[in-house]
């Protein structure tokens, strides 16, 4: 069974440069998360979908963050104007959601971003 | 608002050596525990979880991890610490039922020296 897929792995750019991070979750998953973890810190939740509609986006920033996910499959995040702090790796996670399972995330090997 | 506590931010074992690395969390009723890994450069990986049933769960990689209720701790142990397992592990909790997301401890780096 194949992962969670990410890309790119890596990614470098100036401040106010735009960036996008895109992510294909494992197959049959209706639940997609999109996960901030700074350098020393835990993954912080940025959105959750379920399907193709959100469920939780209390702590995304919206003001310069973006996240879709059209066909309930893969996502996309978007970043309009990077700032310095948001340099840090943007996991994505999915599972079987909709009351299936344990809640067991599984994760992607996320993509790293450097703001300079 | 639920929370995960990891008080130590860095532990360096030696190998061979036993290990513990601490968890407690905040919830308001019986969550669901992870404990998750996570290699330099790599995402996270599932060691083990609990849910119901037998408080001690067993995991991959010779990892154990014990829930007590009264405590609000889910410890993570292993008897003999290998030099592979240094990295960064994380305690998440989640809910039983509903769809709210994990939320994740800041995470405990483990240094293996010989």
């Known amino acids: 069974e194949a992962g969670v897929a990410q890309s790119p792995r890596y990614k470098i750019i100036e401040k106010r440069q735009s960036v996008a991070f895109w992510c294909n979750p494992i197959?049959?998953?209706?639940?997609l998360y999109w996960y901030q973890q700074i350098l020393g810190q835990g993954p912080k939740l940025l959105i959750q979908?379920?399907?193709?509609?959100?469920?939780?986006d209390s702590q995304l920033p919206k003001d310069r963050f973006s996240a879709e996910r059209l066909k309930g499959v893969d996502s996309t995040l978007k970043i309009q104007p990077a700032k310095l702090e948001d340099s840090a790796v943007y996991l994505c996670?999915?599972?079987?959601?909709?009351?299936?399972?344990?809640?067991?995330?599984?994760f992607g090997e996320g993509s790293r971003l450097t703001v300079l | 608002a639920q929370s995960v506590t990891q008080p130590d931010i860095h532990i360096t074992v030696s190998e061979g050596a036993s290990l513990e690395l601490r968890c407690n969390y905040s919830y308001g009723a019986t969550p669901y525990l992870f404990w998750y890994v996570q290699s330099p450069g790599q995402g996270l990986q599932l060691l083990l979880k609990?849910?119901?049933?037998?408080?001690l769960v067993q995991g991959i990689k010779g990892f154990e991890a014990e829930f007590k209720r009264s405590q609000s701790s889910f410890n993570l142990r292993k008897p003999s610490v290998h030099w592979s397992d240094a990295a960064e592990y994380f305690c998440?909790?989640?809910?039983?039922?509903?769809?709210?997301?994990?939320?994740f401890g800041k995470g405990t780096r483990l240094s293996v020296i010989a």
């Open positions: 197959s049959g998953h209706a639940t």
């Open positions: 609990y849910f119901s049933g037998d408080t």
């Open positions: 979908f379920q399907n193709n509609g959100v469920v939780d």
């Open positions: 998440a909790v989640g809910p039983t039922s509903g769809n709210t997301p994990l939320v």
């Open positions: 996670a999915s599972s079987l959601g909709g009351g299936r399972g344990t809640g067991e995330l599984f």
